[in-house]
Nanobody, 127 residues
Framework: QVQVVESGGGLVQAGGSLKLSCTAS????????MGWFRQAPGKEREGVSC????????YYSDSVKGRFAISRDNAKSTLYLRMNSLKPEDTAMYYC????????????????????WGQGTQVTVSS
């Protein structure tokens, strides 16, 4: 059984930083894309940043480009999202996702939806 668990959310002031982590267990393949989505109250879920299995392909939404950095450690089956220069509009529930045999753009764009989701971790940025 696959489990996806996020951590690292919290309350931070505007301009601050947070680092999210996501650990996926129970995966039987060694080729899967991972990514971060977020959903703010009253808004649709959006792909924030995704990364391919090798890490050679990454995707960032325009709203976070230059401020967020995605990375992964395949030996630990863990995904990270370093978030700098946080803004109040970054406030949302952040979800980790896993897609078998997908690339970063396919996952984040919704062209190929995730196979697995985490429960989410809340990020709140105060002004």
């Amino acid at each position: 059984q696959v489990q996806v668990v996020e951590s690292g959310g919290g309350l931070v002031q505007a301009g601050g930083s947070l680092k999210l982590s996501c650990t996926a267990s129970g995966l039987t393949s060694d080729d899967y894309a991972m990514g971060w989505f977020r959903q703010a109250p009253g808004k649709e879920r959006e792909g924030v940043s995704c990364i391919s299995w090798s890490g050679g392909s990454t995707y960032y939404s325009d709203s976070v480009k230059g401020r967020f950095a995605i990375s992964r450690d395949n030996a630990k089956s863990t995904l990270y999202l370093r978030m700098n220069s946080l803004k109040p509009e970054d406030t949302a529930m952040y979800y980790c996702s896993v897609r078998r045999r997908g690339d970063a753009f396919d996952l984040c764009s919704g062209r190929r939806p995730p196979n697995y989701w985490g429960q989410g971790t809340q990020v709140t940025v105060s002004s």
